[in-house]
């Protein structure tokens, strides 16, 4: 039995329920778990859990739990030719007292096997209600299926997509908000009504199921003065369940494309899910067209690394400070050094933000993490997950033994490979280490000081006795906006003629439409794609995909695609050769702009002059206030990590691991500024003048706001009134810079915070 608290005083407590009962056998044992990070485990999936790994009982974990889930082990004995039957029930009601009643009622196997009779029975009658069959509902079902997740045989063209620039604003003029999926239909027989008849009727079983779409019907008859199919396609709707709902989200929308514009025509096709058309067939005939092909279901796979093996001891560096048994600090204190190793995980992700004031990211020891520009939670370049169980990466790199075809991945995630991985967080940079087999990897990963670019640079070591051919495969995933189930349709991505680089857009975004982000590895003879169903393989895991069964990437960018950025290098190391490879991963404001930065970081030597400026800006940063107490854990924080995470983290980033918020908080970061007093004053000084233009004429403040638009909420937060002149007061104080009084910056205009609010 599950509840949790209620959101408001007048909400009644959820509840819900999970039972699994055993006819035909007797239940040896049963327990149960609740806590997903004991039942799924630090460093495993759900793919291999750890509460499979053993043959012993699930913990019996009850009550409060920071990650919960609901799972019931029973343990039976099977005789020969025996069987038995397990249901498994999940179900929610209004109080306890209801959800034990249900759990009393299904626990009867007669009552239970009812439920699919009358399942079927519901299910007839609801497609009488829309006069459709039962075969109708199974092609509905298939259809449904490229709504949800967006199928490229049943979109536009991909240059069709490729051209569009329009956003989705510009879908709001025609009472479409853009939100929800989109089917567009194209018709123009009127002699021929069974594609929209079957539309008509598939949408209605959709949202029969509780799935929204906005039914887009375009006449592309050319009539003249008598419009025959526009009435026709209007009495269709009329005539069916969902006339109620034409014009209204989620409902149908009939449209002429007489009156469309080339632009307009261009914006529908390339937003829709599913494009239909009259002249292409039946429903069923597009929908077989669109069914993807046995070689993007059945994919191969490589090698993958060594299977999951015995706890491995952990190597203890007696230097490390503060040692807990998995990390510690270096004796200056300027790194953070964690060692792990097969069964042997940090407890949660511990990240490393590394940022400068309009780009960054975060990374974790594991090599997890999220890259973002200019505002963490509204453009993304790749997925954030707030999962701290399994921690996944939306960005990967690999190492692959071009004779043996072994892959391992040179940070722990995502294809672990056989031995312990070494992970160092210093201020402004991560590094990571491993050695498999005789090859030595180490990988630096920081962000430029001074321009929208992150780098990974992979150094590689040759400490055997003989040649290795080792390819180097960096993947991301794009996002391009806040989730990428939202964006991933809308992304285009190209190999530009003149750098090579590859680039990524996402026109549809409201904020960042002209944004371009990049990806680029400095090697003419480098492989690349822009597929992520083609990388990974249908069904497939970052852990073992299918490109790494492949000697080459295949060069498919463009429109249409599930996107990501791949490249791939190949290179020769003599014993004990040294090699360095470094991928770009950067966003810039155009085309030229993002030309200009792959040329000027893709030079010799510019990404470790880039890592210097990391160095000296933290350096002089964190090196201007030094206190010395007779607490050592004290000085270690103080003198470094604390002032590090205000500016990196809550200054710049404004991110964490469980909360990339980007927004400005009008009373946080005044309160984070002030603990710049002394080492980057200035700071505080454009935060007093940047949070004085967020004043309404009232004397009340914007509670948050998104950079760059300013978007954000009025409130009647009144501890947010104090921090300006606090900080004002302090400021002047400590600098005597009484000059910032005199600066005049324009107020905020809106609308009042109603009373009650």
Not at 344 to 368: D, K
Not at 637 to 659: D, K
């Amino acid at each position: 039995l599950c509840s949790r608290r209620s959101r408001a005083a007048d909400e009644a407590t959820p509840w819900m329920f999970h039972q699994v009962t055993v006819h035909g056998a007797d239940s040896e044992e049963v327990s149960y778990e609740t806590d997903r990070a004991r039942f799924v485990g630090r460093g495993y999936t759900t793919a291999n859990p750890a509460a499979m790994t053993g043959p012993g009982a699930l913990s019996g974990t009850a009550g409060s739990v920071l990650d919960p889930i609901v799972a019931i082990r029973h343990r039976v004995t099977l005789e020969p030719g025996a069987s038995v039957l397990v249901h498994v029930v999940t179900g929610a009601g209004a109080s306890r007292e209801n959800c034990e009643g249900l759990i009393e009622k299904y626990h009867d196997r007669h009552l239970a096997d009812r439920v699919f009779d009358l399942a079927w029975t519901h299910g007839q009658v609801l497609l009488r209600q829309i006069n459709a069959t039962e075969a109708d509902a199974q092609l509905y079902g298939r259809l449904a299926g490229s709504v949800i997740f967006a199928n490229p045989s049943l979109r536009a063209d991909p240059s069709v997509i490729a051209e569009n620039r329009r956003r989705q604003s510009d879908l709001w003029g025609y009472s479409i908000s853009g939100d929800l999926p989109i089917v567009l239909l194209l018709i123009e027989d009127s002699t021929n009504l069974d594609l929209a008849r079957h539309l008509v009727r598939a949408h209605a079983y959709w949202r029969l199921k509780g799935l929204a779409a906005d039914l887009v019907i375009r006449n592309e008859e050319h009539a003249g003065y008598r419009q025959v199919l526009h009435e026709q396609i209007l009495g269709l709707v009329a005539a069916s369940s969902g006339s109620a709902e034409i014009e209204r989200p989620g409902g149908i929308f009939v449209r002429s494309g007489e009156q469309a514009s080339a632009d307009e025509r261009r914006l529908f096709q390339a937003v829709a899910r599913v494009v239909l058309s009259d002249a292409l067939g039946t429903l069923e005939e597009q929908i077989a067209n669109g069914s993807p092909g046995e070689d993007a279901v059945f994919s191969r796979t490589g090698r993958p690394p060594a299977p999951e093996g015995p706890v491995e001891p952990i190597p203890v560096d007696d230097s490390l400070l503060f040692f807990n048994g998995l990390g510690g600090f270096t004796p200056d204190g300027r790194e953070y050094v964690i060692t792990t190793a097969r069964g042997r995980s940090t407890p949660a992700p511990w990240a490393n933000v590394l940022a400068n004031p309009r780009f960054g990211c975060m990374v974790t020891e594991s090599g997890g993490g999220f890259t973002w520009s200019e505002n963490a939670q509204t453009f993304r370049l790749t997925p954030w997950a707030n999962d701290p169980v399994t921690d996944p990466c939306g960005e990967a790199f690999y190492l692959r033994d071009e004779d043996s075809g072994h892959f391992w991945s040179p940070t722990l995630m995502p294809a672990r490979g056989s031995g312990p991985y070494t992970t160092r967080h210093g201020f402004g940079y991560s590094v990571f280490e491993h050695t498999e087999g005789s090859l030595h990897s180490e990988t630096w990963i920081y962000v430029a000081m001074d321009a929208p670019v992150k780098f990974t640079a992979i150094k590689l070591r040759n400490r055997s006795d003989r040649p290795r051919r080792i390819s180097v495969t960096g993947y991301v995933e794009w996002v391009l906006g806040d989730l990428r189930a939202k964006t991933g349709m809308h992304v285009v991505t190209q190999v530009d003629p003149r750098t090579g680089a590859l680039f990524a857009r996402n026109s549809f975004d409201l904020e960042f439409g002209s944004r371009i982000a990049f990806f680029d590895v400095a090697d003419p003879a480098r492989s690349a794609s822009g597929d992520r169903t083609e990388f990974i393989g249908r069904g497939g895991t970052l852990r073992s995909p299918a490109a790494m069964a492949r000697p080459r990437l295949s060069g498919k960018v463009g429109a249409a695609l599930d996107p990501c950025g791949a490249l791939q290098v190949s290179i020769d190391l003599a014993p004990g050769q040294e090699r360095e490879i470094t991928f770009l991963l950067g966003c810039a404001q155009s085309v030229n702009e993002a030309r200009e930065l792959v040329g000027r970081f893709r030079v010799a030597g510019a990404a470790h002059r880039a890592l210097e400026k990391v160095w000296q800006h933290w350096k002089h940063t964190l090196g201007a206030v030094q206190v010395e107490t007779p607490d050592a854990a004290f000085n270690m924080l103080a003198n470094g990590w604390l002032l590090y995470q205000t500016l990196a983290c809550r200054i710049w980033g404004r991110s964490g691991y469980y909360q990339p918020g980007g927004a400005f908080g009008f009373r946080d970061q005044l309160q984070d500024c002030m603990a710049l007093i002394h080492s980057e004053p200035q700071l505080l000084r454009e935060q007093i003048l940047l949070c004085a233009g967020r004043q309404f004429r009232e004397g009340d403040v914007q509670h948050w706001w998104h950079p760059p638009s300013g978007r954000g909420v009025r409130t009647h937060c009144s501890d947010d009134y104090l921090w300006l002149p606090a900080a004002t007061a302090r400021y002047v104080h400590a600098t005597g810079d009484t000059g910032v009084l005199e600066e005049n910056i324009s107020f905020l205009e809106g609308r009042p915070v109603n009373p009650d609010a």
